[in-house]
């Protein structure tokens, strides 16, 4: 069917020509074929947002259908590459319009030339049903991808294992309706479509990130989703990148939505160079990077959200635990804005339109902890940033995402100023999950951790309450007993919150020396009591540089040497007991 | 043989309506020609089956719907290119405007580039030393990087940034430097400021100027950074020169913008700006970088003056998300006769740990720097504390950071106009501030840099040095 353009305004453009159109279909708009999308259909006029820059488009050009919703290709090859919003493969583009992305560039997302090692693993006569796994091959050093059939049928033909493209056919599949399907390793997917899954787990496993703020305080379980909204300047993109390093998930989907170029390049750099801790091979054999930066086409960046989840969910269904890291949801939102506008509809709260909310909660909710068809277990976490503007938390995007998630990590500019890195703040930061995750917690680290974790956030939070006063009349008026907590309550910001993404041992610490290091500072804590109950002044204590040694225990004991945190506990015992002995 | 369409449907600020057109397409390019052979140039920005609307340059003054025809040009906007361009000034719209006369171009591109594909992009390493003390040492300008300034009126951007200009080198490099100088919106003053000061230190046979002044039609003001991007490209990527953007001010391009929207009709969003302001504005700032395989760089260092100082309003707030850092400038540190008024807290570049330390500094600058901001944070409480209660009721210790913080201002930050500093000179100074701390509150350096680099006496150097 053929439509031709009747009115373009921005990346909105009116086609005439039959009413043959779908909500959510792809259209081929002029003489480049712009790939758009239909948002608006009424008696006259289809309304489509076009995914690229509209320059030269004129009424009358032509556009043809194409049948079905905007969906992604999906199969081996999406790991270790980068694509933009739509799914197209960046570096195959490269190669068609030099450095500066052209138009009209229609690209698959897998490269049809590449032969993988295939081992088929049904025969022919044998009954199979959607989610199950026919086929697999090693898409990376780490990644094996497992090839899930979309439907149930009844294996006619079946290839021998060997090298295959993703455009070979698998198999024949006859299906109870007699239809034959031709499978290949690759399948497409539509990407406003939550792939199905047999049943959602609850929350039990966290996802551990090796940053201490994060996994100790306020933890983020698999299958769960984390925002962390903050001022610019304050390190989300850090955090984020922090995240997509170390955590512990099997694949990392990167989306850049909106963000700087600069940055997307950094990930591509350093993703290639890092290796992962687990595998010694370089973390980008377990990523997929999507990016579409700022200055890429508006309604692109709304749709790269779901093609970032689309994929994640189709790892998932291999059986992986995978996390998405969103940089950034408020991006996506004011894309939302800018088309809603464009198609003057009628603005809510602060020009967003009125399904803001809605629209988050299905992005938010698409994130879990499933069984698939196929029986195995997998998850997908989903870790937005949000940039609220001004740095103001009570802006819409802001609010409504803390209404889809549960893990709440604020970063604060005033940390930022004074270079507190990871700047996530511990009192007004939540996770909810703590509950959830509780008897993992006990199994793996032992009783005493939650309670650990209690007494380090009632210091922390004894500290704030301190500081309001010393803010006002200074530290040196205050009990002795306060001046401990203030002084306990700095080892613990500066030793264990603060942490150096930067540093070599410090970028990443097992949850064994999390606890320890906790352990140890509250040692300190109870054990400097006895001091100021004998109303010794703390500044004895100061002056032994104890406070300072654990301060730095993050940098000197390294994260395979725990049994040195025995030795700590005791100097620590030894500089109480020589304060004592001195001023007895 | 062009078609041309008489008179027109309908007048609306900067923008008229055509009917009745066929074959023009979304951007593309047309002349109206005035009773009296006057001619202006404008844009299809709005295509509606036969309707046009088109914003026109030139504004819309004397225009009837009866005296006026236009005709359409079958080609979006663009821009003649040569290296003929360097030491030339040009009109917001890209039109000579030093009375020279046109040039005779190698090259013709449309103002609104691609993105750049991030494949293509080289991530920028390599730092510009600006001599300038608060920005090396502390929020160090990288090759490739958009590092704006955020200052307010009647604060010294103007000359920080010449100074930037006059100053700005990279260690043994032989690429050749030029400087794009777009103003937009910015009074006669300003503009006979820079170029006053290319002048005086040699530099305006390797500028290119684009001069929107505050008098000019706002629609030239949205094309002028446009022009001057895509110059700078065509400088950077295909003559190979080190390019470094100057913009200012951002904030009357974001009014003109906002100007031209509500023309349009559109709805607003925050403050009345479009909704689409970060992507326009992103459209313009992502257009730095380095590409691989190529020898230049576009370097942006956009001036913007935040509307009563108030750095969450949308233009700086946008901005910031975009850029990669700011410079802050601060109105209290102006009143105390600091120049520059770099705040040193809330300015950050964010490409600067890539860019500095061992092998391309000095080895000691990213734990320096990094105590500094930590130290000098710590001062804004002891400041906090005293304003309160007195600084002779202050503990020994917030007295030793209330004296680190005014060396700090008065021998690191501040500078004369005209001082060039070496890094090394920079991180000395950076060195001997620290020096009134006991060494034990120095928490960002490790030993050995302690012991290669703290100065007991450092603080008597210091003001023995002046």
């Known amino acids: 069917m053929s439509y031709t353009v009747h009115g373009v305004n921005g990346p909105v453009v009116k086609l005439r020509g039959g009413s043959g159109l779908m909500m959510m279909e792809t259209v081929f708009v002029g003489k480049t074929r712009l790939i758009g999308e239909v948002v608006g259909i009424s008696d006259s006029d289809a309304v489509v947002q076009v995914y690229e820059d509209t320059e030269g488009l004129r009424p009358g050009d032509a556009a043809q259908a194409a049948g079905g919703p905007l969906s992604v290709q999906l199969g081996p090859g999406l790991l270790h590459n980068i694509f933009d919003g739509i799914a197209r493969p960046l570096k195959a583009i490269e190669g068609v319009t030099g450095a500066f992305i052209g138009r009209g560039v229609n690209l698959s997302a897998l490269d049809g030339e590449k032969k993988w090692d295939v081992t088929v693993s049904v025969s022919a006569g044998e009954e199979i ?92 379980a698999k299958g769960g989703c984390a925002a962390i909204p903050g001022p610019f300047g304050a390190g989300k993109t850090i955090t984020q990148h922090q995240l997509a390093k170390w955590s512990d998930a099997d694949i990392i989907v990167y989306l850049g939505c909106g963000e700087r170029g600069n940055e997307m390049t950094q990930v591509l750099e350093e993703f290639g160079e890092l290796l992962d801790p687990k595998s010694g091979k370089p973390l980008l054999d377990r990523t997929v990077l999507i990016a579409n930066t700022s200055n890429m086409p508006v309604a692109a960046r709304e749709a790269s959200v779901y093609t970032g989840m689309t994929i994640a969910e189709y790892y998932r269904d291999m059986g992986y635990h995978v996390a ?31 399904y803001l909310p809605s629209r988050l909660a299905e992005f938010y909710e698409r994130a879990g902890y499933m069984v698939t068809l196929g029986g195995l277990e997998g998850s997908v976490t989903v870790i937005g940033a949000v940039s609220p503007q001004g740095g103001d938390f009570s802006e819409p995007v802001t609010q409504n995402t803390k209404r889809f998630v549960r893990a709440f990590w604020a970063l604060d500019r005033q940390l930022a100023y004074a270079r507190h890195f990871p700047a996530i703040n511990w009192i007004t930061s939540y996770s909810e999950y703590i509950e959830d995750l509780a008897p993992w917690y006990e199994e793996t680290l032992g009783r005493e951790f939650a309670g650990l974790r209690g007494r380090l956030a009632r210091l922390l939070g004894e500290e704030s309450k301190l500081m309001e006063i010393v803010k006002l009349i200074g530290a040196d008026i205050l009990p002795e007993e306060q001046k401990l907590t203030i002084e306990c309550a700095r080892a613990a910001r500066l030793g264990f919150l603060q942490q150096n993404a930067y540093h070599e041992t410090d970028t990443y610490v097992p949850i064994e020396k999390q606890k320890l290091m906790m352990g140890v500072i509250l040692h300190l804590y109870d054990e400097a009591k006895r001091l100021a109950e004998h109303g010794i002044p703390i500044n004895r204590l100061k002056e032994t540089g104890i406070f300072e040694r654990l301060i730095r225990i993050k940098y000197d004991i390294p994260n395979d040497q725990l049994i040195l945190f025995d030795d700590v506990r005791l100097e620590i015992d030894a500089a109480v007991g020589q304060v004592l002995e001195a001023n007895r | 043989m062009r078609m041309e369409y008489i008179g027109l449907q309908e007048i609306r600020g900067p923008l008229v309506v055509l009917d009745g057109v066929t074959g023009v397409g979304y951007e593309e390019m047309c002349e109206l020609r005035l009773p009296g052979g006057e001619r202006r140039f404008g844009r299809v920005i709005m295509l509606d089956g036969g309707r046009a609307v088109i914003q026109l340059f030139e504004g819309t003054r004397a225009l009837s719907l009866e005296n006026v025809r236009t005709s359409f040009t079958g080609r979006p906007m663009e821009l003649a290119l040569s290296r003929e361009m360097l030491g030339r000034v040009f009109s917001g719209a890209g039109r000579p405007a030093d009375g020279l006369g046109e040039f005779y171009p190698e090259e013709r591109r449309g ?27 502390m929020s160090t300008l990288i090759r490739g990087q958009k590092l704006p300034i955020f200052s307010g009126a009647g604060l010294k951007h103007s000359e920080l940034a010449a100074q930037i200009v006059r100053q700005a080198h990279v260690p043994d490099d032989d690429g050749e430097f030029a400087i794009i100088f777009c103003a937009m919106g910015v009074k006669n003053d300003t503009a006979d400021f820079f170029r006053k000061s290319f002048e005086d230190s040699g530099a305006l046979q390797r500028v290119v100027m684009f001069m929107n002044l505050a008098s000019d039609p706002i629609i030239e003001r949205i094309l002028a950074p446009r022009c001057a991007l895509t110059a700078a490209e065509y400088l950077a990527f295909s003559c190979g020169f080190h390019v470094l953007v100057i913009m200012t001010d951002m904030s009357s391009y974001c009014e003109a913008l906002r100007e031209f929207s509500s023309s349009k009709g559109e709805i607003p969003s925050r403050k009345g700006y479009p909704s689409y302001l970060y992507s326009d504005l992103a459209a313009l700032y992502e257009r730095a970088g380095i590409l691989h395989g190529g020898a230049g760089s576009v370097t942006q260092v956009p001036i913007l003056t935040m509307p009563n100082d108030d750095i969450t309003h949308p233009i700086p707030d946008l901005t910031g998300y975009i850029t990669e850092g700011q410079i802050v400038l601060e109105r209290g540190l102006d009143q105390a006769g600091v120049y520059p008024p770099v705040a040193v807290l809330p300015s950050l570049s964010r490409l600067m740990k890539d860019g500095i330390g061992k092998g391309f500094t000095r080895e000691d600058h990213p734990a320096l720097s990094n105590q500094l901001f930590s130290s000098y944070a710590r001062v804004q409480e002891a400041r906090n504390l005293a304003s309160v209660i007195g600084e002779d009721e202050l ?67 210091l003001r023995g040095n002046v």
Request: aromatic share 8%.
């Open chain 2, 395 to 461: 503990s020994d210790l917030d007295k030793k950071y209330m004296e680190f913080g005014r060396l700090f201002e008065d021998y690191f930050v501040r500078q004369g106009s005209e001082e060039n500093r070496s890094i090394d000179q920079t991180l000395e100074l950076g060195w001997q501030a620290l020096s009134v701390l006991p060494k034990e509150e120095l928490d960002r350096v490790d030993e050995v840099l302690l012991r290669k680099y703290y100065q007991e006496d450092g603080a008597i150097a």
């Open chain 2, 111 to 137: 103002i609104n580039a691609g993105a750049i594909n991030p494949v293509s992009r080289k991530y920028p390493r390599s730092c510009i030393y600006t001599g300038i003390s608060a920005v090396d040492g």
């Open chain 1, 324 to 354: 998405v890291m969103a940089d950034s949801t408020s991006r996506w939102a004011e894309a939302l804005r800018e088309i809603s506008g464009r198609l003057e509809e009628m603005p809510a709260e602060e020009g967003f339109p009125a």
């Open chain 1, 129 to 220: 049903s959607a989610g199950s796994c026919f086929a697999s091959c090693p898409e990376t050093g780490i990644i094996r991808h497992r090839c899930i059939s979309p439907l149930d049928g009844t294996v006619v033909t079946a290839a021998p294992s060997g090298k295959y493209t993703v455009n070979d056919v698998i198999l024949t599949l006859r299906d109870a309706r007699g239809n034959t399907h031709e499978l290949t390793l690759s399948q497409r997917w539509p990407i406003r479509k939550p792939r199905p899954v047999a049943s959602r787990l609850p929350i039990r496993k966290p996802l551990i990130t090796g940053q201490r703020v994060i996994d100790t305080l306020f933890p983020v």
